[in-house]
């Protein structure tokens, strides 16, 4: 077989199913035609198979490194050692396909756009670099999102779309409404034990890289395999957290109201704040 040629690379911490994504997009071909091209099968979770001599059969056919693959290999190798299928920890579809949620920020901002592996995570809600809640479905046509799928042929009118920015159902933009995104840490809109919540979706993560980790008070180290175990507890972030982008502006609401109302309110502010 010949090695493809003009592959985009993939970025540090996208998922692999992103990039099949882009890549078949590269080849002007749907992605089940790459994957077969490839080795891959169309039935199995890519960000759960591209791994051993798959690995190295995708990589020499696309002219990529191996190590580029690195990142995502060893987070989800990590992974299969404790959720062999995925089923506990990684975000699926009803019909049991491959789903993500987004950061709208995320993705408003320039440079090539994809979906890092984290974004797949059950317990990954909130971006720690713009402060939001990750987006579940697209805003317009309200699906979900899977990966890997075909941009060739994306949209309602199968016009295709140019990146994953949009939304491969409907073709919109995934980064409407990013300019009135709740902040919930900056703007003080969740309670203290939400906020330990959602920096434990990333303590999580964090966790299946370093392959152990510790709890707070407790100085000793826990192995991965004992993250089943708190899952079973129902104490892990994805079994706590119960927050959306709604609920942080119904909150951001209530918060105004309640200041307008506040006797103090307008004192010392200029006329262009007071309206």
Not at 169 to 195: F, I, M, N, Q, Y
Request: hydrophobic residues 35%.
């Amino acid at each position: 077989m010949r090695r493809l040629v003009g592959i985009p690379p993939i970025h540090g911490h996208e998922s692999p199913a992103s990039w099949l994504t882009r890549a078949a997009l590269s080849q002007g071909v749907e992605v089940k035609e790459l994957m077969t091209y490839v080795g891959l099968s169309v039935k199995r979770d890519p960000d759960l198979t591209l791994a051993g001599n798959a690995l190295w059969n995708v990589a020499n056919l696309t002219g990529q490194a191996v190590s580029s693959f690195g990142f995502a290999e060893h987070m989800f190798s990590g992974l299969r050692s404790i959720d062999p299928t995925g089923e506990d920890f990684l975000l699926w579809t009803k019909n049991g396909m491959p789903r993500y949620r987004y950061c709208s920020l995320c993705l408003h901002e320039p440079g090539c756009k994809h979906f890092p592996l984290h974004w797949r995570f059950k317990a990954w809600r909130w971006c720690p670099i713009h402060d939001c809640l990750l987006g579940e479905r697209c805003p317009h046509c309200r699906c979900d999102l899977q990966l890997p799928g075909d941009m060739l042929n994306a949209g309602l009118k199968r016009e295709g779309v140019a990146h994953l920015g949009r939304c491969l159902k409907c073709a919109e933009r995934l980064d409407t409404g990013w300019e009135s995104t709740p902040h919930p840490l900056k703007e003080g809109l969740v309670a203290g034990w939400e906020k330990a919540v959602l920096e434990n979706g990333r303590a999580l993560l964090a966790a299946i890289f370093h392959r152990h980790f510790f709890i707070t008070g407790n100085a000793k180290r826990h192995s991965l395999d004992s993250l089943t175990r708190f899952k079973k507890m129902g104490v892990l972030p994805q079994d706590l957290l119960l927050l959306s982008s709604q609920s942080l502006q119904v909150r951001r609401n209530q918060r105004k109201a309640t200041l307008r109302n506040h006797p103090g309110f307008y004192e010392g502010r200029s006329a262009r704040e007071r309206s």
